[in-house]
C-alpha cells in the first residue's frame, strides 16, 4: 500500500482559552476519497486548514510527501488581487499544468472568465475557485463545502468530475447525496476527536449511533460504580488502614473520569405550532404566465396544491423557482390566469435571504418580538431561554446581536421563529442552506409528519428525496411540468436531471458595429449602480413599509373610532392605501431587480 501523502497526528488547537480541537488525525494516500464530517462548529473547516497548511496548530505534527501538490477551496474565496476570473484560475497553475484547462473549466462552469472580481455574485465566485483548484490537477484536493451557492446541473456536473479525476480528496459538505456518491471513507470530528470508517458517508450514521450508544452504556456503567463506592465510603470503611487509602484514591481517580467526560452536543428540538386546519384545497392555478420584459418566467401553468401536498420546486439558477413561488402563494399577481387561495390558511415563509432577521436585533429579541421573554407554542408558553435551548443556543447568546452569528446560527434562528408561528401552509426557500446533517435530519422527520401543506425549493436531492410527494421542474421558456415522486423519482421519468438554463438571445439580427482598435468584446451585462444600491436596501425598506402598516392596522382596529374622531379615521384609511401602495412597489421593483440578478449569473 502506497505511503500517504499527507498526514496529521494528534493535532490540538485553541481559541479564546476554548479547546476547539484536541487530538485529531488525518491521513490521506493517493487517490483516497474522504469526508469529514461533524456537527457545526465542531472544528471541520479550521482542520482542513491545518491540512492546507493555512493555520498552525498549537500542538501535533503535519507531514506532507515531498513533491505532493495540494489545493484547498475555501467557503469563501477570495479573488480581489485579480482582474478578471481567468486571471485567478491561471494563477493556480504551474508551468507544467494545460493552460487550456482553466478555460475548459470556467466554460463548464457557466462562466467566461472575462468577469470582474468585483462584480462576482457568491455563486459565481465559488464557481471561479473550483475552477483554480481543479485546473491544476493537484495530488489532494481539499474542499469545504463545494456545493454551496451552486444550482443542481453544477452541482451534478462537479460530482462526475470529481469521480473521473485522479486526485485525493477531503470533502466537508452538508449535501448527503454528494457525500454518498463520493466518499469512500469517513473521518468524524467530535468533541475535539476524530474517529475514522474505512467507509463512505452511507454508513456513516448507523455506525455514529453504534458509538453514542457504546458510550452511554459506558457511562452508565460509571455511574453505578461510583454509586457503590460512594455508599463504600459512607458504611464500609474498616480498620484495614491501607486497603481504605487505595479504594478511596480509586474512587476519587472515578470521580475525575466522570467528570472529564464529554457528552455529546445536544440535538435540536424541533417543535412546529400547528394551526387549526386548511381546507382542502390549497392552491389552485389556471394558466396563469408571468413574463419580466421579453423574458417568459411562467407560461400558462395549470397546478393544484391540495391540503397535505408537499411540492418541491427544482430548476436551475435565473429560472424563476421564488417567482413562481410568489406567484402560487398570492404575493405578486399573475400578467395572464388565475391564482386561487384556499380557505383558512395561515401560512409561514421561510426565504433563502434571511432578510427579515434584524442583525441589530438580539436573539432572545427575535424570538419574542420584542416582547416579554417568553414564546408560545402551539398555546403553551415556553422562556425564550428554554426554547433557545432546543436549538442548540447557549443561554450565553440571548443577548448576542443576530448580526455576528454564523450562517448556520441564522438559519436556526430563523426556523426557530418561523416554526413557532401557527400554520398549515409552510413555505420554504431553500431550508437546508448552512445546516449540519443532525439538523437536516431533524427538519425532514418535522415536514413527514406535519399535518399542513409544504411547498418547497432546494437544490438538496437527498432532501427533496425524503420529503416532497411531487417535484414541479424548470423546463425552460416558462414551461413548468410536475412529475410526482421526489428528485430520483422524477429523473427516472424525465430520462435526465435538471439541466443548466440557456439564456435566451435575442433572435433578430443586428447590426454589427466596429470595435474600437485594441479592443475585444464589450464585457457581460452587469447590475448598474442604481440596480445594486436598490436591491441592496429595498428588503429594509419593505420591512420599514410593513411596520408602518401594522401600526396604522393598530389604529384602525378600534371599532369606535370613526364615530369617535371621523377625521382621524380618514386620514388612517389613506395613509394605510398609501403605504400599501409605495410596499406593492417596492416589492415589484425588487422581485424585478432580483429576477435580473438571476438571469445575468445565470
Request: with cysteine; glycine share 8%.
Amino acid at each position: 500500500m502506497a505511503p500517504p501523502l499527507l498526514t496529521l497526528q494528534n493535532i490540538a488547537l485553541t481559541f479564546g482559552g476554548t479547546p476547539l480541537i484536541e487530538s485529531a488525525e488525518l491521513s490521506v494516500a493517493p487517490g483516497e476519497r474522504a469526508c469529514l464530517v461533524g456537527r457545526n462548529g465542531s472544528g471541520k473547516s479550521t482542520l482542513l486548514k491545518i491540512a492546507a497548511g493555512l493555520i498552525e496548530a498549537d500542538r501535533g505534527q503535519r507531514f506532507v510527501q515531498p513533491g505532493a501538490t495540494i489545493r484547498y477551496l475555501a467557503q469563501e474565496p477570495d479573488l480581489s488581487a485579480y482582474e478578471t476570473t481567468l486571471a485567478f484560475v491561471e494563477a493556480g497553475l504551474s508551468p507544467s499544468d494545460d493552460p487550456y484547462r482553466a478555460r475548459y473549466l470556467l466554460e463548464q462552469l457557466g462562466l467566461s472568465g472575462d468577469e470582474r472580481p468585483g462584480q462576482l455574485s457568491g455563486g459565481e465566485a465559488r464557481r471561479a475557485a473550483l475552477a483554480q483548484v481543479l485546473a491544476p490537477s493537484p495530488d489532494i484536493l481539499l474542499l469545504d463545502e463545494p456545493t454551496n451557492h451552486l444550482d443542481l446541473p453544477i452541482i451534478e456536473w462537479l460530482e462526475s468530475e470529481l469521480k473521473t479525476i485522479r486526485s485525493a480528496l477531503v470533502l466537508i459538505s452538508h449535501d448527503r447525496r454528494f457525500l454518498e456518491n463520493l466518499s469512500q471513507a469517513t473521518v468524524w470530528l467530535d468533541r475535539g476527536l476524530t474517529r475514522r470508517m474505512d467507509r463512505g458517508f452511507a454508513s456513516f450514521e448507523a455506525w455514529r449511533d453504534e458509538v453514542l450508544e457504546q458510550e452511554e452504556q459506558e457511562r452508565h456503567k460509571l455511574d453505578r460504580k461510583l454509586v457503590a463506592e460512594a455508599d463504600w465510603l459512607r458504611y464500609g470503611v474498616t480498620a484495614r488502614r491501607k486497603r481504605n487509602v487505595r479504594r478511596l484514591g480509586n474512587l476519587y481517580a472515578l470521580r475525575q473520569q466522570r467528570r472529564e467526560q464529554k457528552r455529546a452536543v445536544g440535538t435540536i428540538s424541533m417543535t412546529l405550532a400547528e394551526a387549526e386546519q386548511s381546507g382542502t384545497l390549497v392552491v389552485e392555478g389556471e394558466k396563469i404566465s408571468k413574463s419580466y420584459g421579453e423574458r417568459p418566467i411562467v407560461s400558462d401553468l395549470s397546478i393544484r396544491v391540495l391540503r397535505g401536498d408537499r411540492l418541491g420546486i427544482v430548476g436551475p439558477n435565473g429560472a424563476g423557482k421564488t417567482t413562481l413561488i410568489n406567484l402560487l402563494t398570492g404575493v405578486i399577481p399573475p400578467d395572464e390566469g388565475k391564482v386561487r387561495l384556499g380557505a383558512n390558511l395561515q401560512m409561514v415563509t421561510l426565504d433563502q435571504r434571511r432578510a427579515s432577521l434584524d442583525p441589530n436585533a438580539t436573539v432572545a429579541e427575535t424570538l419574542t418580538g420584542g416582547r416579554g421573554d417568553t414564546v408560545t407554542i402551539g398555546g403553551q408558553t415556553k422562556h425564550v431561554i428554554g426554547y433557545m435551548k432546543d436549538f442548540l443556543f447557549s443561554p450565553e447568546q440571548a443577548r448576542t446581536s443576530v448580526g455576528v452569528l454564523s450562517g448556520g446560527e441564522r438559519n436556526r434562528l430563523m426556523l426557530a421563529r418561523a416554526l413557532a408561528q401557527p400554520s398549515n401552509l409552510l413555505v420554504l426557500d431553500e431550508p437546508t442552506n448552512d445546516l449540519d446533517l443532525e439538523t437536516l435530519d431533524l427538519l425532514q422527520e418535522m415536514i413527514t409528519d406535519y399535518s399542513g401543506t409544504v411547498i418547497l425549493v432546494s437544490h438538496d436531492r437527498d432532501f427533496l428525496d425524503r420529503t416532497v410527494s411531487s417535484v414541479l421542474v424548470a423546463e425552460g421558456t416558462g414551461r413548468w411540468i410536475e412529475y410526482a415522486g421526489g428528485y430520483t423519482d422524477m429523473v427516472a421519468q424525465r430520462g435526465e436531471g435538471v439541466q443548466a438554463r440557456v439564456v435566451e438571445k435575442d433572435l433578430k439580427p443586428k447590426a454589427e458595429k466596429p470595435l474600437p482598435v485594441g479592443q475585444g468584446a464589450s464585457p457581460k451585462r452587469k447590475l448598474n449602480f442604481n440596480e445594486q444600491h436598490d436591491l441592496k436596501t429595498l428588503p429594509k425598506r419593505m420591512e420599514e413599509l410593513e411596520a408602518k402598516i401594522a401600526k396604522v392596522q393598530e389604529i384602525l382596529a378600534d371599532p369606535d373610532l370613526y364615530g369617535r374622531d371621523p377625521a382621524r379615521f380618514q386620514k388612517a384609511m389613506d395613509a394605510l392605501a398609501s403605504l400599501q401602495g409605495e410596499l406593492s412597489a417596492a416589492e415589484e421593483r425588487w422581485l424585478e431587480l432580483e429576477m435580473l440578478r438571476e438571469e445575468l449569473e445565470g
